[in-house]
């Protein structure tokens, strides 16, 4: 019986270290992803654009992460770099 024992613990002890190896990768990953939502949010901020379509931009950035940083860097930070000073100022 003590060889079942020690099998199983073994079993147990990598369960548990394949566990915590998960937990690290998936933080590690939400905190890439929010760190990227972040940058994304000070590049529209700070893009010469118009106040309202910089407000535009934030919202969806805020509200749809995933669908606004892919469409910022499509195509809002392209059309921002040729859209030249801002209008509001």
């Known amino acids: 019986m003590s060889h079942l024992d020690s099998l199983s ?4 002890a990598a369960d548990t270290g394949t566990t915590v190896a998960g937990i ?9 992803y929010l760190a990227l939502v972040m940058f994304t949010v000070w ?10 379509s910089r407000t535009l931009w934030t919202w969806l950035v805020v509200l749809a992460p995933l669908l606004g940083v892919v469409l910022w860097f499509l195509v809002g930070r ?12």
């Open 9 to 12: 613990h073994g079993i147990a």
């Open 24 to 32: 690290i990768l998936w933080v590690v990953l939400m905190a890439a």
């Open 43 to 52: 590049q529209v901020i700070h893009s010469p654009r118009s106040d309202d």
């Open 78 to 89: 392209n059309a921002a770099a040729r859209g030249g000073e801002r209008s509001g100022s």
